[in-house]
T-cell receptor, first 115, second 111 residues
Framework: GAVVSQHPSRVICKSGTSVKIECRSL??????MFWYRQFPKKSLMLMAT?????????EQGVEKDKFLINHASLTLSTLTVTSAHPEDSSFYIC???????????FGPGTRLTVT | GEDVEQSLFLSVREGDSSVINCTYT??????LYWYKQEPGAGLQLLTY?????DMKQDQRLTVLLNKKDKHLSLRIADTQTGDSAIYFC???????????FGGGTRLMVKP
């Protein structure tokens, strides 16, 4: 199947700092990518839809000024967690639709720990 | 609103069949998916089915869809210990749209 990568796979940062997570579609173009958050032993919750060349669409309750999304190219979307707090610690996963959108492939996830 | 539900846990013996069930509420759901997640990893797309289909088979995997009852199931034949993971069902209204996930079913395969 198509490959979606994320970088970094794991990051530890101090409270108040910002962290950037990259999501790349490696062998296909994605005008749309999705960012999800997963708490331990829980399901995935959609945070926002990243749109190439336009502003991201955020789900209700997700602070757009805290979770900055930039879809700079057809293969790259970035999520920046600004002024991170311990409650932002989570597993962040991106996805990208492939082949007319029927198939959606997920990145391997990024484990963020804020100390 | 959209809601997808799964049972939390399933335990089977190696070699048996596993059946993981999922119910959803949105009758407009067009695409239904099954993903596998191993500890600390991302989600692996196992299979998907269109809402106009009743069944889809792919090697050891069989997906059954009862659109009237809004019930989706994933059957894994000859379950192996490597199948132990969390399985998520998900639904989407349109191609390329966001997915709404169920809570996940933890499958444990005993040798």
């Amino acid at each position: 199947g198509a490959v979606v990568s994320q970088h970094p796979s794991r990051v530890i940062c101090k409270s108040g700092t910002s962290v950037k997570i990259e999501c790349r579609s490696l062998d296909f173009q994605a005008t749309t990518m999705f960012w999800y958050r997963q708490f331990p032993k829980k399901s995935l919750m959609l945070m926002a839809t990243s749109n190439e060349g336009s502003k991201a669409t955020y789900e209700q309750g997700v602070e757009k000024d805290k979770f900055l999304i930039n879809h700079a190219s057809l293969t790259l979307s970035t999520l920046t967690v600004t002024s991170a707090h311990p409650e932002d610690s989570s597993f962040y996963i991106c996805s990208a639709p492939y082949v007319a959108g029927y198939e959606q492939y997920f990145g391997p996830g990024t484990r963020l720990t804020v100390t | 609103g959209e809601d997808v539900e799964q049972s939390l846990f399933l335990s089977v013996r190696e070699g048996d069949s596993s059946v993981i069930n999922c119910t959803y509420t949105d009758s407009s759901s067009t695409y239904l998916y099954w993903y596998k997640q191993e500890p600390g990893a991302g989600l692996q797309l196992l299979t998907y089915i269109f809402s106009n289909m009743d069944m889809k088979q792919d090697q050891r995997l069989t997906v059954l869809l009862n659109k009237k009852d809004k019930h989706l199931s994933l059957r894994i034949a000859d379950t192996q210990t490597g199948d132990s993971a969390i399985y998520f069902c998900a639904e989407s209204l349109n191609a390329g749209n966001m997915l709404t996930f169920g809570g996940g079913t933890r499958l444990m395969v005993k040798p």
